[in-house]
């Protein structure tokens, strides 16, 4: 297949019946790229049947509506009571088709939400592991048994050889991580954190934020809900892949977040803003809840992957033409971060089958884990382009003209999994301790060393 799907750059927007239907073919092969053509492409034949319909009952509705008028003029005019019949007649046909594509109207809107974004030309198409390696930062530790595999799996890069066998991060700070009880008290993956680890967490929470804070992220800064409306949060994300992922308060029509991102889209919904406020740059912190589905087997030892984490994210509303810039922008800042904090990294530019539903383009950035010999996924970022501006009605208006915003949204600091590799890449195995990093000490509240 092609390293890229050719599309052109103006189809680059949510998918709306019309324009999907103008461009049926090149939208198939969006549906087929991204490995959902056969799950999707049914509710695509569908939608695009009834759009078709709605062409031509539309019509239809606006000429009766037109008639009627007609009618009410002469009878205004005439006074004749033959016309008051007529008029009651096309009355009850216009009701009744009214009523024919306001259900058309809706059951479109619902495939729609279902439909996945459309791809940036550069992404290239396949599945997962089959991304493009776009920057290495950082010179892993690894294991002198280890050389061999590091260079076969990550050819050209430079590491530093250590002379001890790295540890797994539960193996240095499983010690403050109860999942035992908490397995006991509420499900498998939810986890007591203990100790210094809790310090440690606040740490990374609070100097992501004044990391960002100071690179300009944090135009508004937010704590959101921790749930939203069922309704709404269909809305900010791709419901057909998160439904399986998400905690319900059922009785309460409530979903708990999966992300802070979800409640920034939503507190910005049916928001007209004036060009002077773009880009608006929003970081926000909160708990993130994910069921975690299909998951099982992977990543059991340990805090990783887990249902419940605290996560700062940043998100960047910004005018037409200006999101992959922003998208550029951020990854350079987001792995400077992880620099600060002494962790090697690599930046991975998405297959297509392995993105957001939701995203045009994605890059994740990825840190190395020296106990277990590869690079794991810490931050993702990508453009949504106007998937959720078309949903949430948000729009600018520069001049006389109204533009729907682009949005793109990034990862900040995933607590958990940033934990996990400080505790793998600052273990100091002479002291026996993992060491805190200096950017975090002034709010470690002395602590410097976490014993293993």
């Known amino acids: 297949m092609d390293s890229c799907l050719k599309l052109d750059l103006w189809v680059i927007m949510m998918p709306k019946m019309k324009n999907v239907a103008e461009n049926e073919e090149k939208f198939r092969g969006v549906l087929k790229a991204r490995g959902i053509d056969a799950k999707i492409g049914p509710k695509l034949d569908e939608g695009l049947k009834i759009y078709t319909e709605w062409k031509q009952t539309n019509p239809k509705l606006g000429a009766m509506r037109a008639e009627m008028n007609k009618l009410a003029e002469q009878f205004n005019k005439t006074k004749d009571k033959q016309l008051l019949e007529k008029t009651k007649e096309i009355k009850t046909k216009i009701a009744e088709l009214e009523l024919t594509v306001r259900k058309q109207e809706e059951t479109i809107e619902k495939i729609e939400i279902v439909l996945p974004n459309w791809l940036d030309p550069t992404v290239p198409i396949g599945v997962e592991g089959e991304g493009k390696n776009l920057k290495y930062v950082g010179r892993p530790k690894v294991g002198a048994d280890a050389e061999k595999e590091f260079a076969k799996n990550y050819p050209g890069v430079g590491f530093d050889r250590i002379d001890y066998k790295p540890f797994h991060h539960y193996d240095l700070v499983g010690n403050l991580v109860d999942q035992e009880k908490a397995g006991e008290v509420a499900q498998a993956r939810f986890y007591y954190e203990l100790g210094d680890l809790v310090l440690l967490d606040f740490a990374l929470s609070m100097y992501a934020i004044e990391f960002f ?52 889209l939503a507190y910005y919904k049916e928001r007209m803003f004036d060009v002077a406020e773009l880009p608006l740059r929003i970081t926000a912190w909160s708990p993130a809840f994910r069921q975690e589905a299909g998951s099982h087997g992977k990543d059991t030892k340990g805090i990783f992957r887990v249902k419940q984490f605290h996560k700062a994210e940043i998100h960047s509303i910004v005018k037409k033409g200006e999101d992959l810039a922003e998208l550029d922008r951020i990854v350079d800042d987001a792995q400077e971060f992880m620099t600060t904090l002494g962790i090697p990294t690599r930046t991975v530019l998405l297959p297509s089958a392995d993105m957001d539903k939701r995203a045009t383009k994605q890059i994740d950035i990825e840190a190395w884990m020296p106990g277990q010999g590869v690079y794991r996924e810490t931050h993702s970022l990508a453009t949504i382009d106007t998937w959720a501006s078309e949903k949430l009605g948000m729009r600018y208006r520069e001049g006389e003209t109204k533009e729907l915003t682009r949005h793109v949204y990034a990862t900040a600091v995933a607590v958990q999994r940033a934990i996990c590799a400080v505790a793998e890449n600052c273990y100091d195995p002479k002291k026996k301790a993992v060491i805190v990093p200096e950017p975090l000490k002034k709010y470690m509240m002395g602590v410097e060393e976490i014993r293993v």
């Open 213 to 264: 804070r100071k690179k300009g992220y944090a135009g508004t800064l937010m704590i959101p809900p921790y749930m939203l409306r069922k309704e709404i949060e269909a809305k900010t994300t791709y419901f057909e892949a998160f439904e399986d992922t998400l905690f319900e308060v059922e009785k309460e029509g409530l979903v708990l977040i999966p992300s802070s991102e979800h409640p920034i």
